[in-house]
């Protein structure tokens, strides 16, 4: 799913995938200053890594802290979050040799109920690459693919029903950028199950 064709209204999905760096601190912040402004939480799908968690345990828990202002979906972005510079993509990230997708799944959700986070149904392909029988296997778990048809980064132009990618984590500064002109705009932020429902 990168979209949802019959919405007004747009997701904002935020990558958290393994990194060194700090997050994007201000960007999160201008996310509480507008959900006070509107007085209503500001609707987000984080997309998590395990290993983002176990890096950074003072700002996932900033994160939980804010959830009077940050209304979170948690979507899981597998554990370790492989990637190889140098493989082609069809045996890289979670379609690399010996990687096993539902180990990868079960303990990101295993440390988000740790934190009594519920994960939701959804799950992002790092790197957003996947074949036939990793997305069977999602299936099998009963979790949906989470795509996006406005990467920012990339310069995709977000439109109405558009699920929006940025990276929360530091690495793409780019992105940022513009999402925070974005967020200050007369946008219906939605949550991402109302892609699914088609409400509102
Ligand atoms: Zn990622």
């Given at each position: 799913m990168t979209h949802s064709d019959d919405i007004k209204g747009m997701f904002l999905s935020i990558d958290l995938c393994p990194s060194t760096r700090l997050f994007e601190s201000d960007f999160f912040r201008i996310l509480l200053t507008v959900a006070n402004e509107r007085n209503k939480k500001f609707p987000i799908a984080i997309a998590i890594s395990g290993l983002w968690i176990s890096n950074h345990p003072e700002e996932f828990n900033w994160l939980i802290n804010n959830k009077k202002s940050l209304d979170i979906t948690w979507v899981n972005?597998?554990?370790?979050h492989p990637y190889f510079r140098d493989k082609p993509l069809n045996e890289n990230f979670l379609l690399s040799p010996r990687v096993n997708i539902k180990t990868e799944i079960l303990m990101t959700e295993k440390l988000l109920l740790q934190h009594n986070q519920v994960p939701s149904i959804f799950f992002r392909f790092p790197g957003l690459v996947s074949n036939k029988i990793t997305v069977k296997e999602l299936n099998n778990l009963g979790l949906i693919p989470i795509g996006s048809n406005a990467w920012l980064a990339k310069g995709e132009q977000p439109k109405s029903g558009s699920i929006v990618l940025i990276h929360g984590?530091?690495?793409e500064p780019a992105g940022i950028k513009i999402a925070s002109k974005l967020i200050n705009r007369n946008i219906n932020w939605l949550p991402l199950n109302y892609a699914l429902s088609g409400s509102e």
């Open positions: 972005h597998s554990f370790n984590n530091g690495n």
